[in-house]
């Protein structure tokens, strides 16, 4: 006898309208009246982050109901790429269309958590637009990749507040995805896949054939 095919259920999501009111659709600059675009998105189980085209990353704690909103210092510039990190701290990673790279550490109410809100920046060496980031799971460790292919591997010590970055590899087309783990490094570009080892400092590529 045939078997039956299971029923199919349908959901409607509906628009996010508590947190995109939260967001304003229009700044001032001066005499200006500029659109807020919204550039970049990531979620998990706390946060939502927003990232916008006038450099403002707008971050709503899911528990608490509230929105809170943090800027680079200087030049408004898009927010290409944001990276949510829950660890032992609350972290977040923001990439623009320049090249800069902040990681912001949040306060949380918990005891024995961070009580004061940090930022570290990766200090000029990308001069392109961020592409992709990847966490390591501790938060110790944060990969950068732009548009130009180069990816910098940034050490964070977050009881010191100090960031040390250096350039770990570079390819020839832009840097599409970034997955970290293991010691491991999957890098994703317009043209390959490549597993890069960090410990060996050694690439190796998935599959021979290049995409076209």
């Not at 979620?43 to 709503?60: E, F, K, P, Q, R």
């Not at 290409?80 to 990673?93: G, I, N, P, Y």
């Amino acid at each position: 006898m045939a078997s039956v095919a299971s029923s199919v259920t349908f959901k409607e999501f509906c628009p996010l309208y508590y947190l995109l009111n939260a967001i304003p659709t229009k700044v001032q600059k001066g005499f200006r009246s500029i659109v807020v675009y919204l550039t970049a998105l990531d979620t998990n189980g706390d946060y939502i982050a927003v990232g916008s085209s006038i450099g403002m990353l707008y971050l709503y704690c899911r528990h608490l109901n509230q929105m809170k909103k943090y800027n680079f210092e200087g030049k408004c510039e898009s927010i290409t790429f944001v990276k949510l990190l829950s660890c032992f701290d609350d972290l977040v990673a923001v990439g623009t269309a320049s090249g800069r790279v902040a990681v912001f550490q949040l306060v949380s109410s918990l005891p024995g958590r961070n009580k004061q809100l940090r930022r570290f920046d990766v200090a000029g060496i990308h001069k392109s637009s961020i592409t992709a980031l990847a966490w390591s799971p501790n938060g110790m460790k944060l990969f950068s990749g732009d548009d130009k292919g180069k990816i910098v591997y940034s050490a964070l010590d977050l009881d010191r507040g100090i960031c040390n970055s250096s350039l770990v590899l570079e390819e020839p087309s832009s840097i599409v995805q970034l997955d970290y783990n293991q010691k491991v490094l999957l890098v994703s570009t317009l043209q390959r896949t490549v597993l890069f080892y960090t410990e060996e400092k050694s690439v190796k590529q998935v599959g021979t054939q290049p995409r076209k």
